[in-house]
Each structure stands twice: as structure tokens, then as C-alpha cells.
């Protein structure tokens, strides 16, 4: 690293912070849901002991992702998808915080939209990356992929919802007393996944018809800073290996988005 640079020297220092966090984070939901799994094991409620374990492990199949395939996702994006596991499956599903919480379901499917969006552009971002491919697609186009991608899985979702409660007789889709069905509780997720979706989709195009850089690392930017500052002040005591670890965001500088 050139010691001259201090905006390298900058970044360095934010992306291994972040990385710590990250780690924290992850180290700390794990050991929760680890608690749960082993109280669940010695009750003998076996069903709701597997969905803890398929939860801590879809909380870390981002990093898992990104480290097993190159992906390069940002440690923040990382650290928003786990978090979103963790309370939409979690506490949402396995807690009832949907039930108890009148505004945990469109909390929860506002930030789908959101995330998804995001990972629309990074789909975009790592195609452009890719020396093997030759693209060279418009705003317009870039954010009309990231919208329909984020409804689309939204939808998808839905169905999955559907399956589950007609198959194992769940009740993932929730019903109401003006509606037993549960078809008003989709159709709002989906509604409100569609307005998260357009508005991340709208800023990308904006950020990118006015050549803003990395618009994913500032809308990331606070939450990530707040989040490694607090919890890389409160987990000296994880193994130092873990402490250490860093992860490599996407400099601002590399993006491709918008080219002609």
C-alpha cells in the first residue's frame, strides 16, 4: 500500500472495520440461534429445531457466497442480508414477531425491495466486470432489470409462502378477520416489496444519469459505519482470527454502471 495516499490508506482501514463487524455480527446471531437450537433439541420440538439450523445457515450464505465464488459483495450488503434473515425468519416466523409486531411484515418487505434492488445492480455490476463479457447497457435498462428483479423474487416468495402453508399447513401467508384467506396479507407484501423495489431502481438511475460514484457503498455507507463501530467496540472478546478478518468492499472506482 502506498503510505502517500491517504484516501487508500482511508479506505483500507473503513473495509477492514467493516470486515470486523461483520464477523461480529454474524459470531453473535450464530451464538443466539445456537442457544435456541439447543433449548428447542432438549424440548423436543424437532420441526422448529430444523428451521433454526436452516436459518443459521442461510445467514451465512452471503459470505459463504462471496468468499466460495469471487463475488466481491460488499461486507455491508453482508451484513444487511444477515441481519434481514435473522429478523424476518427468526423473530418474524419463529418468534411471531409478525403477529406481535403490527408493522414487522411491512418493515420487513419494504427492506426485501430495497435489498433486492440492490442486488439487481450488483448482478448488472458483475456482468460489466467480467472481462469475458462485453456489455454496454443504458441507465433506463439497468434499473428496469434491478426493479423487476426484486419484484419478481418477491413474487416468488409469495408462492413459496403458498406452497409451504398448503403443503405442511403453516401459516406464513397471514390471515385477518375481514380476510381468512391470507390473499390481502400477500397482495400488500407484494405492493409494498413493488415501492421498495422503485424506489432503490429510481435512485440507481438517478445516480447514475448524473455519474454519481458507488451510490450502493453510500446508501450502505452509515448504516455499515455505525453498526462496525458499535460492535467492534463491544466483541474484543472473539477469537483473534475473527477480529482480524477483513472483507473487500467494491471500490467506488470500479464501477461500470451506465457506460456507453
Same mark, same amino acid.
Given at each position: 500500500?502506498?503510505?502517500?495516499?491517504?484516501?487508500?490508506?482511508?479506505?483500507?482501514?473503513?473495509?477492514?472495520?467493516?470486515?470486523?463487524?461483520?464477523?461480529?455480527?454474524?459470531?453473535?446471531?450464530?451464538?443466539?440461534?445456537?442457544?435456541?437450537?439447543?433449548?428447542?433439541?432438549?424440548?423436543?420440538?424437532?420441526?422448529?429445531?430444523?428451521?433454526?439450523?436452516?436459518?443459521?445457515?442461510?445467514?451465512?450464505?452471503?459470505?459463504?457466497?462471496?468468499?466460495?465464488?469471487?463475488?466481491?459483495?460488499?461486507?455491508?450488503?453482508? %451484513?444487511?442480508?444477515?441481519?434481514?434473515?435473522?429478523?424476518?425468519?427468526?423473530?418474524?416466523?419463529?418468534?411471531?414477531?409478525?403477529?406481535?409486531?403490527?408493522?414487522?411484515?411491512?418493515?420487513?418487505?419494504?427492506?426485501?425491495?430495497?435489498?433486492?434492488?440492490?442486488?439487481?445492480?450488483?448482478?448488472?455490476?458483475?456482468? &460489466?466486470?467480467?472481462?469475458?463479457?462485453?456489455?454496454?447497457?443504458?441507465?433506463?435498462?439497468?434499473?428496469?432489470?434491478?426493479?423487476?428483479?426484486?419484484?419478481?423474487?418477491?413474487?416468488?416468495? $409469495?408462492?413459496?409462502?403458498?406452497?409451504?402453508?398448503?403443503?405442511?399447513?403453516?401459516? %406464513?401467508?397471514?390471515?385477518?378477520?375481514?380476510?381468512?384467506?391470507?390473499?390481502?396479507?400477500?397482495?400488500?407484501?407484494?405492493?409494498?416489496?413493488?415501492?421498495?423495489?422503485?424506489?432503490?431502481?429510481?435512485?440507481?438511475?438517478?445516480?447514475?444519469?448524473?455519474?454519481?460514484?458507488?451510490?450502493?457503498?453510500?446508501?450502505?455507507?452509515?448504516?455499515?459505519?455505525?453498526?462496525?463501530?458499535?460492535? &467492534?467496540?463491544?466483541?474484543?472478546?472473539?477469537?483473534?482470527?475473527?477480529? $482480524?478478518?477483513?472483507?473487500?468492499?467494491?471500490?467506488?472506482?470500479?464501477?461500470?454502471?451506465?457506460?456507453?
Amino acid at each position: 500500500m502506498d503510505s502517500s495516499d491517504p484516501g487508500k490508506h482511508s479506505e483500507t482501514i473503513t473495509a477492514a472495520s467493516v470486515g470486523r463487524a461483520l464477523w461480529h455480527l454474524l459470531f453473535l446471531l450464530q451464538a443466539i440461534m445456537a442457544a435456541e437450537l439447543v433449548a428447542l433439541l432438549i424440548e423436543r420440538q424437532f420441526l422448529d429445531g430444523v428451521l433454526v439450523f436452516v436459518i443459521m445457515g442461510a445467514t451465512i450464505s452471503p459470505v459463504v457466497l462471496s468468499r466460495r465464488f469471487s463475488m466481491g459483495i460488499p461486507a455491508g450488503l453482508q %451484513m444487511l442480508a444477515a441481519a434481514f434473515v435473522f429478523a424476518a425468519f427468526f423473530l418474524g416466523e419463529l418468534h411471531g414477531y409478525y403477529v406481535r409486531i403490527w408493522w414487522w411484515d411491512i418493515a420487513l418487505h419494504a427492506g426485501s425491495g430495497l435489498l433486492l434492488g440492490i442486488v439487481g445492480f450488483l448482478l448488472v455490476h458483475a456482468l &460489466n466486470e467480467d472481462a469475458r463479457v462485453e456489455l454496454s447497457m443504458h441507465p433506463r435498462f439497468i434499473a428496469l432489470f434491478a426493479f423487476t428483479f426484486a419484484v419478481a423474487c418477491g413474487a416468488l416468495w $409469495e408462492i413459496f409462502e403458498f406452497a409451504m402453508d398448503q403443503s405442511f399447513g403453516m401459516r %406464513m401467508q397471514k390471515p385477518s378477520e375481514s380476510d381468512p384467506s391470507g390473499l390481502t396479507d400477500t397482495m400488500w407484501d407484494i405492493i409494498v416489496d413493488t415501492i421498495g423495489a422503485a424506489a432503490i431502481s429510481l435512485y440507481g438511475w438517478r445516480a447514475m444519469v448524473r455519474r454519481e460514484p458507488s451510490f450502493i457503498d453510500r446508501l450502505i455507507g452509515k448504516f455499515t459505519t455505525a453498526a462496525a463501530r458499535t460492535l &467492534n467496540g463491544t466483541a474484543g472478546w472473539l477469537p483473534k482470527q475473527m477480529r $482480524e478478518q477483513s472483507f473487500r468492499l467494491v471500490p467506488a472506482h470500479d464501477t461500470k454502471f451506465g457506460r456507453s
